[in-house]
């Protein structure tokens, strides 16, 4: 079955990029997503990528895709105290929807002061 | 406004008795899945509905049941919770099944086993 695999912490500065890192071993996968978590909370939908892109920006976040290296990475400009969280990424399986979604263990996101 | 609502947030149950899960949704969406999400791991589905047709994950424990009754409501029983079934439940809905169907989360579940 599908594998993701992701680092489990990373710790910046606040105001400095971060740079969350993914990789997946399913190359069917057409759709990979971004989830956030704060504590006590569910799943938030962060943004999300086509196979058949590179590259996907939006406001602050940074999407990229290398997908003959199957390796996928969030990054998050000007690291906010409100980013705080642990970030999930996500493959949709080869059956769409209908498989779920495969979720890496996720990264948490520490911001020092 | 909430769209995807677990009651109740926190569930406490002793080993053995059973429990049941809620989840509801106001996005009239025909997909309703359940995830189990234990400490520092990867949520793991564990079935879903699409409309009334039930989908187990061949790895789900028997153990684990779910019923959807209408569209908004889906639950999950366990039938005779282990302290290994300690973990956050997470209800999701999609409006299909396609992968571009973006999957809605709701707030989880934690459940303890005593």
């Known amino acids: 079955g599908e594998d993701v695999e992701q680092s489990l912490f990373l710790s910046v500065r606040e105001g400095d990029s971060s740079v969350i890192n993914c990789t997946y071993t399913?190359?069917?996968?057409?759709?990979l997503y971004w989830y956030k978590q704060e504590p006590g909370a569910g799943l938030q939908l962060l943004t999300y990528?086509?196979?058949?892109?590179d590259m996907k920006q939006d406001q602050r976040l940074t999407v990229l895709l290398n997908k003959k290296d199957k390796h996928l990475s969030l990054r998050i400009a000007d690291t906010q105290t409100g980013d705080s969280a642990i970030y999930f990424c996500?493959?949709?399986?080869?059956?769409?929807?209908?498989?779920?979604?495969?979720f890496g263990k996720g990264t948490h996101l520490i911001i020092q002061p | 406004d909430a769209m995807v609502i677990q009651n109740p947030r926190y569930q406490v149950t002793q080993f053995g008795k059973p429990v049941t899960l809620s989840c509801s949704q106001t996005?009239?969406?025909?997909?309703m899945y359940w995830y189990q999400q234990k400490s520092s791991q990867a949520p793991k589905l564990l079935f879903h509905y699409y409309d009334k047709d039930f989908n187990n994950e061949a790895d789900t424990p028997d153990n684990f049941q779910s019923r959807r009754p209408n569209t908004s409501f889906c639950f999950l029983d366990i039938r005779s919770p282990g302290l290994g079934d300690a973990a956050m439940y997470l209800c999701?809905?999609?409006?299909?099944?396609?992968?571009?169907?973006?999957?809605?989360f709701g707030p989880g579940t934690r459940l303890t086993v005593t």
């Open positions: 399913d190359s069917s996968s057409t759709y």
């Open positions: 999701a809905t999609s409006r299909d099944n396609t992968e571009r169907d973006e999957q809605y």
């Open positions: 996005l009239n969406h025909n997909v």
């Open positions: 990528i086509f196979s058949n892109m």
């Open positions: 996500a493959v949709g399986g080869p059956g769409g929807g209908a498989d779920g979604l495969t």
